[in-house]
């Protein structure tokens, strides 16, 4: 795809986004929430219509469509086209896969969880209640960035069960470099690794062995940067992992399920991804996330690709911004981060970040905000003129702050 048909005015992939009107709106949020293109509603229909007429047949059906998820998510990480590559575990977010992941780690022989102080709310608030049961979670401060991973590693030792870090970080896109040191040190210890991928994930190309990270965990989902909405996640389970999770489904046991077993006898879980299952839930996410994926792969949106365009949307973001010659003491952004070593968003810190976001919300505009940073989001169907637009509101609300 020519990326100069996806800076003009209307931007050519607006055409497959109507439901979502993204053409006539300043949507800001692509970092949080980007919108789904109309093949979307056609997979949520064809769930509904499975339902119908398949009734209780209709899992074989749904099936299918989270093998294709599945499928997706390894392309992405680089997975796909390698044999025995680990595989993908699903679930409705990142959360109970997390639980999923911490229940299988011998925390009474190890009792010490390692991650950083930027970690999201999902890994975070779940590690501030462990330590509370008395674990010990260490927690590293992430400036400076360019050492980050070094000094996780140097906190691992043979009392750590596992480290959680994300390799872009939610508050301010800062992309952790050099996770292959992590990785080592893990390796050479025996303690597991799980890396968070959410923000990087279809944002920026982010291959696995590339990074060096073929025995790392990762975690991640489609609700952000992959528009496939809500209740579609994944834990990628490395190769040979033989791990005994103890909060498990029973479709953790799926391929035994017709075996006679005593209750004396341990419970058994099948290889892959299946170790890591769940229960019964709502396949209509997969049959969304399905067509989506497919889209993405029509259109040629790859993460190089959408890398492409969301750099130039975000240095754009920041030119119109530093022109706009906003007063440092009520917004400004930090100009020692290399716009090149930021993932999908632009982060803008305020005292007022808050008031910033609502009354923007009140011009029309859509960004977020987490405590004193403002995030601007751009997405592969805005145009350059949207953005330049989101800036002119900006200035208008600042102009009204003291």
Known sequence: MNTDSLYSHPNALARHYTRFRVSERLLLTGHSHQAWPDCGFDGQRRAWWDAAELVDGKWDEAFIRADRVRHGYAR??????RIDDGDYALGV????????FLSALDLAKRPKLVTTAGEFHSIRRQLDRLAEEGIEVVRVEVDPIETLAERIAVEVDERTAASLVSCVLF?????????????ERCDRVGSELLID?????????????????????????????????????????????????????????????????????????????????????????????????????????TPELLREVSQHQVRRLAERFDE????????DRRRDIDLHQIGGFLSLRSPH????????????VAVDYRDDSVRFGPAPYLSDQQLDDAIAALTEVVATLP
Request: with cysteine; aromatic share 10%; net charge negative.
């Open 76 to 81: 992405l990480l680089g997975s796909a086209e």
């Open 353 to 364: 970040a808050a008031t910033i976001q609502s009354e923007l919300a009140d011009l029309g």
């Open 324 to 331: 706009a010659g906003l007063q440092p003491s009520v917004i």
């Open 93 to 100: 977010n990142t959360h109970e896969l997390v639980v999923r």
């Open 197 to 301: 991928t959410y923000h990087a994930l279809n944002a920026m190309p982010f291959d696995l062995h590339q990074e060096g990270l073929q025995s790392a965990f990762a975690v991640g989902g489609g609700y952000k940067y992959c528009q496939l909405g809500e209740g579609n996640c994944f834990l990628r389970v490395p190769p040979d992992c033989d791990l005994r999770p103890l909060v498990t489904g029973w479709f953790a046991e799926f391929s035994t399920l017709a075996a006679n077993r005593s209750d004396t006898e341990e419970l058994t879980y099948g290889s892959g991804h299946a170790r890591f299952a769940g229960s019964t839930y709502d396949p209509t996410s997969h049959y969304r996330a399905a067509e989506v994926l497919a889209f993405f792969e029509r259109e040629g949106l």
């Open 171 to 183: 508050g301010d896109a800062q992309i952790v470099s050099g996770l292959s040191v992590l990785s």
